[in-house]
């Protein structure tokens, strides 16, 4: 369908046409690109719209996480040529999710929709590799893909830093593919890109001031997210304050999120 050629840049395929054509005609499909309070911004064919649940959609909701999150494909209503109501949420093929904060019992959909889980550390500290490792498991748990990504490479100016600090992250790696990057001198960052060929989407996800948004500014080719450096006490600032979901040139995607600080997964009784 040529009207959906953008659309096929960022994931849609001819399964979503078969799940859209199940619908009502009128609908068109989109993505969640952003979330915001009770409504959504979503990338269409005929470009963004603003758009918000119908009372259907949110009274047949049994959860939070039935309500459109990012990263997820729609189907809409469009109303006139800036706003829309959200029909339904096409089918999620993987995602990941934790408990909302404060609370045990309701889940929270982080990304939907992902192929790829970039879990990001940073050279500059010493790697955590507990939270490394619930990164792992987050990322399986969700169906996707993990690779490991060691950022800030050009920061250990001791090779046998470096050394100790890769036996130390493939110790408990698993085989998970592992890619040295530096937002400095672009080292990694086309590996990177080997793992979205296919128009896939990708998450990063890491503590706050680890490099993630140097790394999505590096893959867009400019300055898309704001970059702050690492507190004097080794704790990052956060920078990316939203979940969105970002179109790169040539194909592909990647959806940034906050720095997730108290990770506790859905499901995760501990």
């Given at each position: 369908m040529s009207?959906?050629?953008?659309?096929?840049?960022?994931?849609?395929?001819?399964?979503r046409d078969?799940?859209?054509?199940?619908?009502p005609?009128?609908?068109?499909?989109g993505?969640?690109?952003?979330?915001?309070?009770?409504a959504?911004?979503?990338?269409t064919?005929?470009g963004?719209?603003?758009?918000?649940?119908?009372?259907?959609?949110?009274?047949?909701?049994?959860s939070?996480?039935?309500?459109p999150?990012?990263?997820?494909?729609?189907?809409?209503?469009?109303?006139?040529h800036a706003q829309?109501?959200?029909?339904?949420?096409l089918?999620?093929r993987a995602?990941?999710?934790?408990?909302?904060a404060?609370?045990?019992?309701d889940e929270?959909?982080l990304?939907?929709n992902?192929?790829v889980?970039f879990?990001v550390?940073s050279?500059?500290?010493?790697?955590?590799l507990r939270?490394?490792?619930?990164y792992l498991?987050?990322?399986w748990?969700?169906?996707?893909d993990p690779v490991?990504?060691?950022?800030?490479s050009?920061l250990?100016?001791d090779?046998?830093?470096?050394?100790?600090e890769?036996?130390?992250v493939?110790s408990i790696a698993?085989?998970?593919?592992?890619v040295?990057?530096s937002?400095?001198?672009?080292a990694g960052?086309d590996?990177?890109?080997?793992?979205?060929?296919?128009n896939?989407?990708?998450?990063f996800?890491g503590?706050?001031?680890?490099g993630?948004?140097?790394l999505?500014?590096t893959?867009l080719?400019?300055?898309?997210?704001?970059?702050?450096?690492?507190?004097?006490d080794g704790?990052?600032?956060h920078?990316?304050t939203?979940?969105?979901?970002i179109?790169?040139?040539?194909g592909?995607a990647?959806?940034?999120?906050p720095?997730l600080r108290?990770?506790?997964?859905?499901?995760d009784g501990?």
């Amino acid at each position: 369908m040529s009207t959906l050629v953008h659309l096929h840049d960022i994931g849609w395929d001819e399964d979503r046409d078969r799940e859209l054509a199940s619908l009502p005609r009128h609908l068109i499909p989109g993505r969640v690109v952003a979330e915001h309070r009770g409504a959504s911004t979503i990338l269409t064919s005929k470009g963004e719209l603003w758009a918000e649940p119908t009372g259907r959609l949110r009274h047949e909701a049994k959860s939070r996480a039935d309500l459109p999150s990012i990263g997820d494909w729609v189907a809409l209503d469009e109303r006139d040529h800036a706003q829309a109501s959200i029909h339904s949420v096409l089918p999620r093929r993987a995602h990941f999710s934790r408990n909302i904060a404060g609370k045990a019992t309701d889940e929270q959909v982080l990304a939907a929709n992902v192929d790829v889980s970039f879990l990001v550390a940073s050279l500059e500290l010493d790697v955590n590799l507990r939270r490394l490792e619930r990164y792992l498991t987050l990322a399986w748990s969700g169906g996707t893909d993990p690779v490991i990504v060691l950022a800030k490479s050009d920061l250990t100016g001791d090779p046998e830093d470096l050394v100790y600090e890769l036996q130390r992250v493939e110790s408990i790696a698993l085989g998970v593919p592992l890619v040295l990057t530096s937002s400095i001198t672009g080292a990694g960052v086309d590996d990177l890109r080997d793992h979205l060929v296919g128009n896939r989407t990708g998450v990063f996800l890491g503590s706050s001031g680890v490099g993630k948004s140097s790394l999505i500014n590096t893959l867009l080719g400019r300055n898309s997210q704001e970059v702050r450096s690492v507190r004097a006490d080794g704790k990052g600032r956060h920078t990316t304050t939203l979940r969105e979901l970002i179109p790169l040139p040539g194909g592909g995607a990647m959806i940034d999120t906050p720095g997730l600080r108290g990770l506790k997964l859905w499901g995760d009784g501990e």
